[in-house]
């Protein structure tokens, strides 16, 4: 778990391969869609020898809701929060990326 903000908490993943790492993947799974539909993908890059970041958008999966119904999405805020908690999530766990870094995401 990440406390990105104040009250903001952020399901976060990190996966690592059992060799060397050539690189890490940032991977951001589309909205409604959590950590666990990504599975084969990390394992497949994991095979690869990447180090794989996964999270949980806020408003998804079992990151921090904005709304009082857990059960809702929702994106309270705009994109802005989201770009802020992917900056966060960066920031946290950045030392433990070995580079380069590969953005991956679903839309």
């Given at each position: 778990?990440?406390?990105?903000?104040?009250?903001?908490?952020?399901?976060?993943?990190?996966?690592?391969p059992?060799?060397?790492?050539?690189?890490?993947?940032?991977?951001?799974?589309?909205?409604?869609?959590?950590?666990?539909?990504?599975?084969?993908?990390?394992?497949?890059?994991?095979?690869?020898?990447?180090?794989?970041?996964?999270?949980?958008?806020?408003?998804?999966?079992?990151?921090?809701?904005?709304?009082?119904?857990?059960?809702?999405?929702?994106?309270?805020?705009?994109?802005?929060?989201?770009?802020?908690?992917?900056?966060?999530?960066?920031d946290?766990?950045?030392?433990?990326?070995?580079?380069?870094?590969?953005?991956?995401?679903?839309?």
């Amino acid at each position: 778990w990440l406390h990105a903000r104040p009250g903001h908490r952020l399901r976060v993943a990190v996966f690592a391969p059992s060799g060397a790492a050539h690189g890490s993947v940032v991977l951001s799974p589309g909205r409604t869609e959590p950590i666990e539909k990504y599975g084969e993908v990390v394992s497949e890059l994991l095979a690869r020898g990447f180090v794989v970041l996964v999270h949980d958008w806020a408003g998804q999966g079992l990151s921090g809701r904005f709304l009082p119904d857990p059960l809702c999405g929702d994106l309270a805020g705009g994109w802005q929060v989201l770009l802020a908690d992917y900056v966060d999530i960066l920031d946290a766990y950045g030392e433990e990326l070995p580079q380069p870094w590969i953005a991956m995401g679903q839309m």
